[in-house]
């Protein structure tokens, strides 16, 4: 794979992963209920800041 191919690949999959990260938690909880075949309610779960402290 050419090095300009490789580096748009890793561009296109970073953004996939910050779009992810930045849904509501209704479509997060509903997408990984697909994924991994749970059943969680959405409106039953609560979430949990991801900001790092250094």
């Known amino acids: ?26 479509v997060l909880v509903n997408m990984l209920n697909s994924l991994f075949k749970e059943n969680y309610v959405a409106e039953a779960t609560e979430g949990a800041s991801l900001a790092m402290n250094l």
Not at 2 to 25: C, G, H, M, W, Y
């Open 1 to 26: 794979m050419p090095k300009k191919e490789a580096n748009q690949e890793r561009v296109k999959l970073d953004e996939i992963l910050k779009l992810l990260f930045t849904v509501s938690s209704k």
